[in-house]
């Protein structure tokens, strides 16, 4: 091969038409992520009670859409029965916006102990980010939604009648990078309705052990200002967690 054809030959390779990588070329935005915890759990309020809970959390991100799924589990039982059983599903997917996002949510609580067993809310809306830095990060959710709620059975009223309201929902969910390894956070969520009102409160804290393990504090509180006779308005959830993220 002469001089010219190997000179030929090797522009033709560096040429951006035969570029395996073209200039402009981005790497995908989609990320995907996934939260494991599991530990010790404290329950005053309706139930109170010492034992174990379980929580898994999965977010897929991309350039135009964000879907976002928890599922909570606790149990405890004493020496006699079980004292307490609950599960929670939560659902939500965001379609992105020039300026904020629009979402659908769903939210699905059986609660076998609480003041109402079973509870459904569906609700959409528009939210956007208030505050987006690399530390501190608080969103704003406000949008219409229903609910569906059956109260717990009693002596009084051994079949209850299920309730079902109109609602509005607003949330805030709060993140901050308190340094590195470890993370603070905080979702206050209101649903007032014609029938009944609810405030929950979700903290967090979060810090780091090794590579992809945290320890996580959590406590949760739960309002309700129209309640079952003989159920407790207010019901609170600690957790003590050894948590494990994918991604």
């Known amino acids: 091969m002469t001089r010219f054809s190997i000179l030929a030959f090797s522009t033709l390779l560096s040429s951006p038409t035969w570029a395996l990588v073209p200039p402009d070329y981005h790497e995908p935005t989609n990320k995907f992520t ?17 034992s174990f809970n379980g929580r898994t959390k999965m977010v897929y991100d991309t350039a ?37 996002y629009v979402f659908g949510r769903g939210e699905f609580v059986w609660d076998k102990f609480g003041s109402y067993t079973d509870i459904y809310t569906i609700s959409s809306g528009y939210g956007f980010d208030a505050v987006s830095t690399g530390r501190t990060k608080l969103s704003l959710e406000v949008g219409p ?17 299920s309730e079902t309201d109109v609602i509005l929902r607003t949330a ?20 007032v309705g014609e029938n009944n009102n609810t405030v929950t409160l979700d903290m967090g804290y979060k810090n780091t052990l090794f590579q992809d393990w945290a320890f996580k504090v959590g406590f949760y509180v739960k309002y309700t200002e129209i309640v079952p006779e003989g159920s407790k308005q207010t019901d609170t959830i600690t957790t003590f967690n050894l948590l494990y993220t994918f991604q």
């Open 145 to 161: 939604g229903y609910r569906y709620n059956l109260p717990i059975a009693t002596e009084d009223e051994p079949n209850p009648s």
């Open 34 to 50: 996934a939260e494991v915890e599991a530990g010790f759990q404290l329950n005053t309020g309706n139930t109170d009670s010492t």
């Open 64 to 100: 135009k859409t964000t879907q976002e799924g928890t599922f909570k589990a606790y149990y405890a039982a004493d020496s006699e029965s079980t004292t307490s059983e609950k599960y929670d599903l939560q659902m939500q997917s965001n379609f992105k916006l020039k300026s904020g």
């Open 172 to 191: 805030a969910k709060f993140e901050q990078k308190i340094h590195e390894y470890t993370t603070f956070n905080a979702d206050l969520t209101t649903e």
